[in-house]
């Protein structure tokens, strides 16, 4: 089920999800909505608290191709092991639609987490993946990407959205 997303400045976005004891049908669900969402959105990458729901939970799908060789990852309770270079990337957001700033971040990240089954794996993103997986792991920390820019990059990025979403409330 296709769900709303949640635009900043919502409190869901600016605080730490949970982390998932149990993976129960209602975790499972989650999943499949944030899949459905994200897809429905052309997104590549939805955190739990975009549709709303506390939890430290991501979806990513950064070939959304069905003909295409998928990196199609669910990651639960998902942690940094290591990481490292520096990549600088023009990032948007779902949670703010029409805005896309420079982030800075490690080029390459080595994760662990669960997977929609509970179990454990660790996984090597590069690139990116690993982009758009610290970008949903910021997310998961109640941390967005504006909070990434400092001083008059952040003001400025504040200043555009502000003007985007009145615009978009004007149609
Ligand atoms: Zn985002």
Known sequence: MVR????YPAEVLTKPTERVDVIDREVEKLIKDMF???????GVGLAANQIGVSLSVMVID??????????????INPDVVESEGKVKYKEGCLSFPGL???????????????NE?????EITLEDFPAIVFQHELDHLQGIT???RLKGWRRRMALEKYRKLQREAQKV
């Open 4 to 7: 709303d997303i949640v635009t």
């Open 36 to 42: 459905d969402t994200m897809y429905h959105a052309e």
């Open 62 to 75: 950064t070939t959304p191709k069905e003909d295409a060789p998928d990196l199609k990852l669910v990651l």
């Open 100 to 114: 896309s700033v420079e982030v800075e971040r490690a080029s390459k990240v080595r994760v662990r987490a669960l």
């Open 117 to 121: 089954r509970g179990e454990p794996f």
């Open 145 to 147: 990407f504006i909070d």
